[in-house]
């Protein structure tokens, strides 16, 4: 399994962006993909999966109402859409996989996942 995140760049506040994980054509049956975040001097933190069977989605709250994961099937390519963006959202994304089913507070921890991508970086100027 191969991730590849991308989308990332340089936006004022309050403007959006879409990062993008492309599985390489991987599916994950049962397995959950999730977008996971690093502020510079921070730990990495979990910010929202998706259940690849179901589609299903859970966003952390601080990000609630501004992020949204979703997947293009056809693609099978795992988006987070960003809006509002604030400069405490600057950081490196990271996307994940598991093929495992995942209990939902399982799947907001770094270890549930077994596949990384290579991080994209997102950084929101004031």
């Known amino acids: 399994v191969q991730l590849q995140a991308s989308g990332g760049g340089l936006v004022q506040a309050g403007e959006s962006l879409r990062l993008s994980c492309d599985t390489a054509?991987?599916?994950?049956?049962?397995?959950?993909v999730a977008w996971f975040r690093q502020a510079p001097g921070k730990e990495r933190e979990f910010a929202a999966y998706?259940?690849?069977?179901?589609?299903?989605?859970y966003v952390v709250d601080s990000v609630k109402g501004r992020f949204t994961i979703s997947r293009d099937n056809a693609k099978n390519t795992v988006y987070l859409q960003m809006t509002r963006l604030v400069p405490e959202d600057t950081a490196v994304y990271y996307c994940?996989?598991?093929?495992?089913?995942?209990?939902?507070?399982?799947?907001?921890?770094?270890?549930?996942?077994?596949?990384w991508g290579q991080g994209t970086l997102v950084t929101v100027s004031s």
């Open positions: 994940a996989a598991s093929l495992r089913g995942l209990s939902r507070s399982y799947a907001r921890e770094e270890e549930a996942y077994d596949y």
């Open positions: 998706i259940r690849w069977s179901t589609s299903m989605t």
């Open positions: 054509g991987s599916t994950f049956g049962g397995g959950v």
